[in-house]
Every structure is written in structure tokens, then in C-alpha cells.
């Protein structure tokens, strides 16, 4: 097979025949080769529809479902997580599930390529539903996230959210790239009504995952990370926390008091309301619980989880290392119970009396 560009529209996406491979081979294109801007998504469209036609036409013509399944994912433009997706009218081209269809057709015509095998992998992935993490802060969600993107190779959005925790709100235009390309996010949000209302009624988002942790534990995370944000990382949370102007001079139990009184209230009721996300009628999303608990404890079988619920083949997946450098991927120390050493007895029993039961029984967390 020559490079052979869209003479019919005169739009560029090319597919290369692998050096030494008989001219039968066809092969997914290199990343690499994409279109110079500007990209007009109009004739995008009528390449697209070009495609279409001659695929039709051209029953078993393995070259050109590959080149229609590259279409359909945008890869010419950057896939769906390149740049150019913002562009108006691009992603009224983008359809995962088309060129997943497309793949699984060439596989069946030559069963033995390796480069389709491979296309296929991929599509499969960027075909599963899109990904929204919502953690409580200091749960090791960085981590989480970019082992699920990092291994999966699922494109990342931002602009999800806005505000600050514990009420951070939905930012529709990022959810509308999330949704729309199938894309993968990492936020805070608040289990609000309207975040609810916006992410299950409005954007019909599938299934998402809430990720926690013992909220005395990530207190302690919060209490060594504070003073970073307020310092240098971003001030502005000094008054969105109202954080007393000499907090940073208290001695240590002080300061660990002030948070047992006000951020702990909040991790806590965090997690209660995502629990009880499904006590509206209309809240439709599934959810995915997991733990940093469970992930410190067996961290190939947390993935593990995480891949079966969004459909994804763990042969698909490049599992994570685990962090070991100090501050690697924000985990400080990755400590399960260092809260027993950091607070004082009577701390211990006051942060502990403010977490109810039913999150000790839901997540396996010790009372004391």
C-alpha cells in the first residue's frame, strides 16, 4: 500500500506502509503525522463522509476501514485529547464506538496484523465510557489517576470543576469535552444537589468513581500539605479556609486541633454525600467506591477493580509503580494509620467520635 492521501476532498491522513512490509500490510498510522493547522472541520467532515462511501463500497478493503476508524477517532487532528477537539465542529465528528467497529471488521479480514491489533487495543479503551474521579483531598487520587490514564492511555481533560473544596461546582464546558470525547478527569466536586442533578441528569454521565480515605488519615496528609498551599502553591485558600493569619506560628497540636474542628467536618460529610448520591430517584450514575486503604493493600487488584467496572481488558493496561520518592505524584508517605502517632490521645477520640459508623463498617476503618 502507497501513502495515500483523501484525493477526493484533498485532506491529509496518510497511511504508511511499515518498511519491508508487502504492499497487502496495511498499519495504523504514526502518531506523529497529523494535520498542520488550520484544520477546517468542515471538510474534516466531508473526508469523513468521503471515507464512509468508499469503505462502503470497498467491502474488505482493510486500508480503508483503518482510515475511517482513524477519522472517526480524530487522530488526524490530535486524537480526542489533542488541541484542535476545541475546535467548533470537531467533535461532531469523533465516534469512538464507529471506529472501534471499524477495527474489530479489519481484525476479522486480516487476523495476523499486528499494527491492527494494536489500533484495536487502543480504540477499545477510548471507546469505554468517560472517566471522572472524584476524591477526597489527601487521598492519594494523583496517584490513582495518572496510573488509570498513564496505563490505559485514556486522554485527560480539565476545566471540570471550579471553586474550592469542600464546594466545588461542575464547569460545564469541561464536562461537555469529558462526555463528548470520552476523556478521563480528576477532580474534588461536592456531592451537591446541582452537581448531581448536572452530572447525572444533564449529561447522563454513566459511571464515575469516589475515592476515599480515613478521613484522620487525610487529615494528617492535609495538616503537613496546608502550609505549602498557604505559603506559596496558592494563598487565595488562606481565605477560602479562613485560616487565622498567625496559624502558621501555633505549636503543632494547635494547629491539628484547628483541623479536627474545621476540615474534618468536611471530609467527613464529603463522603457521606457521595454515599448517599443514590438516594435520589434521579441520580442514575454508577458509582465505583474505592479506598486508598484498599489500594496501599493491593494495588494491582485496586486497578483490577477499576478496569472491570469501566470494561476495559487488563491486557489493555500498563499497571503503576508504586511510589517510593518522597512527594512522588503527591503521596508524602502513603501511611495508613499515622494519624495514632500524630494526634494525641484525646485528639484520637474527638476525630474519631466525629466519624459516624457507617463509614467505619463501609471502608473497614478502626474506630480507634
Not at 498499519?27 to 506523529?32: D, K, T
Not at 495538616?223 to 506559596?232: A, D, G, K, T
Not at 463522603?271 to 474505592?290: K, M, N, S, V
Amino acid at each position: 500500500m502507497s501513502d495515500r492521501s483523501v484525493e477526493r476532498t484533498g485532506l491529509l491522513v496518510s497511511n504508511q506502509v511499515a518498511p519491508g512490509a508487502p504492499a497487502s500490510t496495511p498499519v495504523a498510522p504514526r502518531p506523529a503525522e497529523k494535520l498542520a493547522p488550520p484544520i477546517d472541520p468542515a471538510a474534516y467532515k466531508i473526508a469523513l463522509q468521503a471515507e464512509e462511501e468508499h469503505a462502503k463500497n470497498h467491502s474488505g478493503d482493510v486500508d480503508a476501514l483503518v482510515k475511517l476508524a482513524d477519522l472517526y477517532s480524530i487522530r488526524a487532528a490530535g486524537g480526542p485529547d489533542g488541541p484542535w477537539r476545541l475546535m467548533k465542529g470537531m467533535r461532531f465528528s469523533y465516534d469512538a464506538a464507529a471506529a472501534l467497529r471499524n477495527l474489530e471488521d479489519a481484525q476479522r479480514i486480516a487476523p495476523d496484523n499486528a499494527a491492527i491489533a494494536a489500533r484495536l487495543r487502543d480504540a477499545r479503551v477510548e471507546a469505554a465510557p468517560p472517566m471522572l474521579l472524584a476524591a477526597l483531598p489527601k487521598s492519594g487520587s494523583v496517584f490513582v489517576f495518572q496510573g488509570l490514564t498513564d496505563g490505559t492511555g485514556k486522554g485527560r481533560v480539565s476545566g471540570v470543576q471550579g471553586g474550592a473544596f469542600p464546594n466545588f461546582t461542575v464547569c460545564q464546558p469541561g464536562l461537555i469535552w469529558l462526555t463528548s470525547y470520552r476523556l478521563a478527569t480528576h477532580t474534588h466536586l461536592a456531592p451537591s444537589r446541582t452537581n448531581l442533578i448536572e452530572l447525572s441528569v444533564r449529561f447522563k454521565l454513566d459511571r464515575m468513581i469516589v475515592h476515599v480515605r480515613d478521613p484522620r488519615q487525610a487529615l494528617i496528609s492535609w495538616f503537613h500539605f496546608l502550609p505549602s498551599v498557604i505559603r506559596v502553591l496558592d494563598p487565595s485558600q488562606q481565605l477560602h479556609y479562613d485560616v487565622p493569619e498567625d496559624y502558621l506560628s501555633w505549636p503543632q497540636p494547635r494547629q491539628l486541633d484547628w483541623q479536627i474542628e474545621h476540615f474534618l467536618p468536611w471530609f467527613v460529610d464529603w463522603i457521606i454525600g457521595w454515599l448517599d448520591a443514590h438516594r435520589q430517584p434521579w441520580f442514575e450514575t454508577r458509582i465505583l467506591y474505592t479506598s486508598f486503604e484498599d489500594m496501599v493493600a493491593d494495588t494491582r487488584g485496586f486497578f483490577d477493580r477499576i478496569l472491570e467496572f469501566y470494561d476495559i481488558d487488563p491486557a489493555c493496561f500498563t499497571y503503576p509503580e508504586t511510589p517510593h520518592v518522597h512527594g512522588d505524584r503527591n503521596f508524602r508517605r502513603g501511611l495508613i494509620d499515622e494519624w495514632r502517632a500524630a494526634l494525641s490521645p484525646e485528639q484520637i477520640e474527638r476525630a474519631s467520635a466525629a466519624i459516624p459508623d457507617r463509614l467505619y463498617d463501609r471502608f473497614g476503618w478502626p474506630r480507634r
